[in-house]
Nanobody
Framework: QVQLVESGGGLVQPGGSLRLSCDGS????????RAWFRQAPGKEREAVSA????????WYADSVKSRFTISEDDAKITMYLRMNSLKTEDTRVHYC?????????????????WGEGTQVSLSK
């Protein structure tokens, strides 16, 4: 069952901004952490940013730190990834994911639910 739905991707010029959203309204169980991953063709899926419940702990990949901001709404239904100063290297399919409890926040295998992805593309 697809329990997460990403949106907000698109084509943007280098230096531009996008805000990705992850709709978790169809989740049937509570969770301990949420994260954003990204993947380029032929490459492994890698963590971009992660957060525990209510954002008590957050993590960012070095490549996006200071440019991206992870957050969620007060109801903890929707997660966001605000992406500023986008670079060509940010061209990826981005996925949101949820795990039952905070464990191995950067490990794809620890996540229980995934969206189907939203494409972020930088113009050349």
């Amino acid at each position: 069952q697809v329990q997460l739905v990403e949106s907000g991707g698109g084509l943007v010029q280098p230096g531009g901004s996008l805000r990705l959203s992850c709709d978790g309204s169809k989740l049937t169980q509570s969770y301990g952490a949420r994260a954003w991953f990204r993947q380029a063709p032929g490459k492994e899926r890698e963590a971009v940013s992660a957060m525990t419940i209510t954002g008590l702990n957050t993590w960012y990949a070095d490549s996006v730190k200071s440019r991206f901001t992870i957050s969620e709404d007060d109801a903890k239904i929707t997660m966001y990834l605000r992406m500023n100063s986008l670079k060509t290297e940010d061209t990826r399919v981005h996925y949101c994911a949820v795990q039952t409890w905070p464990s191995g926040l950067l490990n794809v295998d620890t996540y229980d639910s995934w969206g189907e992805g939203t494409q972020v593309s930088l113009s050349k």
